[in-house]
């Protein structure tokens, strides 16, 4: 179930005997990381990891992305954090967690016995948090880093994610401590993110994660204040689906590193559209806010998809869109 | 069953029995006063148990379909609503819920008929403490009286002392409460029933004799002053707390609640579904808390 494990043997191909159901293979490659199925969590969504496992069915998932850990404990944003929007979520959550000591002393135990690989989100107000971050972290057990440079609800949670230079040196300076394999979570909130995912690949990322929430605002026309505490917030749910969509097609065609895809995805057909313009894997959010199991349902169903067009490999359907200029 | 304090990050198993997301079907759902509305689920005998103070977490809308695009629906997250009560009935687990009619979801949940299926993820958080040996002091504001019925049902079949205090704006807000007939205080803003004010001018003529534990769910500013007026007289009380719920499960640290007493930063809040939603008054830092003044 762990990362980097060799994967089974590639099953044969769509033949059909008597009533066995096709073979299917849902292991897919993500830069260095093998992974028995492409179904992440979403950082922030799913907590640590290892809260109420059988109700998550967190087993059957193929990464769990932690909840952000920065160096300091936080306490993250006053109260209210989360407004419901037109299918989405505005939230202003603040990175609330229990710092990288806790972490490893107290979740870090418990998240290795899952059985996912899993992946530790990290987040910074400098490059060398970031760094200093990892390396209180790193060990045995862990499959890769997600650098959160995009989360638009702390002060400079931004910043990172907003120039390329910016993004290089936090990749920079975490690659500098350490060899496991790093993600970038991307920010969409910018005018060329590819040249951000290029920067980051340039200094030693081994992929993207995109994308992290858009900025969205709602205001209480009563009281003629904002909702949130922060004024804005991180918009995400199905309502994003069409635009990290788009992002990730644009990454894919302008760059050739692994991307995972994130953003409104809640069913697995949702997860093959991202599958298809060239995610390598992807990521289930707000969707575990309404049902927990999410991801590990949606594990199953990727697999009765692919049995229903008669087995194979999954991995096989990654990047396979075919455009109309494509086509033509 | 006590609440366990904002600082342990790592939720333990609920106060009650196991938390599954079910299939519950409507047996009843009557209003009972103005905007208010009493809910009887069906589910199977083996669900739960709860705890009095516990809640459930309902979605009206079908389990999403792999095959097709995932959308919200009438809403994108559940509901959440303390148990009114609970019994075993007929070989199924009865789950009560009294609730408001107050926005688009509620609003959709009122026009429910019995045969109807609702999706049902419970039962969750921490449950008020029924001591063998105190008066138990139930105050409820609103539809905030709902999970101290619970409380007062069991109570009862213990055959314990218990004050059971309602609070509303007016007798036409209020549930009829007729299964406690006798042993309600009321309280009315307008003076319509019981005592014309609020819970506190009721809580000010009662004379407690013996060790007596408050509980108490309902507005904000209520359980504030609850939570005040027992801390003058040293008495315990216990809060349930409400905030806006994103999972109900303790993944998403949405509705956060400004603590005190914690050791660090990451203790400053605690986590309504989590942490509570029954918490010792003292957990919370009231003061800020409170709303920005407008």
Known sequence: MSAQQPAPAAESGPKKTGCQPPPVDLSVQVGPLRLDNPVMTASGTFGYGDEHPDLTGVSALGAVVTKTTTVEPRAGNPPPRLFETPAGILNSIGLQNVGAEVFVRDVLPRLRELGPAIIVSVGGSRPQDFAHCVELIQGDGLAAFELNISCPNVASGLEFSRSPAEAAKVVRAVRSRTDMPLFVKLSPNVTDIASVGRACIEEGADGLTAVNTFLGMAVDVERRRPVLPRSVGGLSGPAIRPLALCRVWELARRLSCPIIGVGGIVTARDAMEFLLVGASAIQVGTANLRDPSRGARLVEGLREMLRAKGGGRLRDQIGTLRTPLSEG | MSARTGGSHAPKGCAGGQISIAAAEVVSNQQVARDLYWLSLALPETWGPPVPGQFVSLTLEPPWEETRSGD???????????????????????????????????????????????????????????????????????????????????????????????????????????????????????????????????????????????????????????????????????????????????????????????????????????????????????????????
Not at chain 2, 140 to 165: M, S
Not at chain 2, 207 to 224: D, I, W, Y
């Open chain 2, 72 to 294: 919200a629906g009438s809403a994108l997250l559940r509901r959440p609503f303390s148990l009114a009560g609970f019994c075993k009935k007929g070989g199924r687990a009865v789950a009560e819920i009294l609730y408001a009619r107050v926005g688009k979801v509620t609003g959709l949940i009122s026009g429910l008929r019995a045969g109807q299926m609702v999706d049902l993820l419970g039962p969750t958080g921490t449950g008020f403490p029924i001591a063998q040996d105190a008066h138990a002091v139930l105050v409820g504001g609103g539809h905030g009286i709902a999970p101290l019925l619970f409380v007062a049902d069991v109570i009862r079949e213990r055959k314990l002392p218990f004050t059971l205090l309602y609070g509303t704006r007016s007798a036409d807000q209020a549930a009829p409460l007729d299964a406690f007939a006798g042993s309600v205080r009321w309280a009315t803003e307008d003076g319509s029933r019981g005592t014309q004010g609020t819970v506190i001018d009721v809580l000010d003529q009662l004379t407690l004799e013996q060790r007596s534990v408050v509980m108490t769910c309902g507005p904000r500013a209520m359980l504030e002053a609850v939570a005040h007026w027992s801390g003058k007289r040293g008495l315990e009380c216990w809060v349930s707390l409400e905030e806006i719920f994103g999972c109900g499960v303790g993944i998403c640290a949405s509705c956060a609640v400004p603590a005190r007493g914690g050791a660090g930063a990451y203790e400053r809040f605690l986590w309504a579904c989590r942490d509570g939603p029954v918490v010792p008054a003292e957990r919370v830092d009231w003061d800020a808390w409170r709303p920005v003044k407008a």
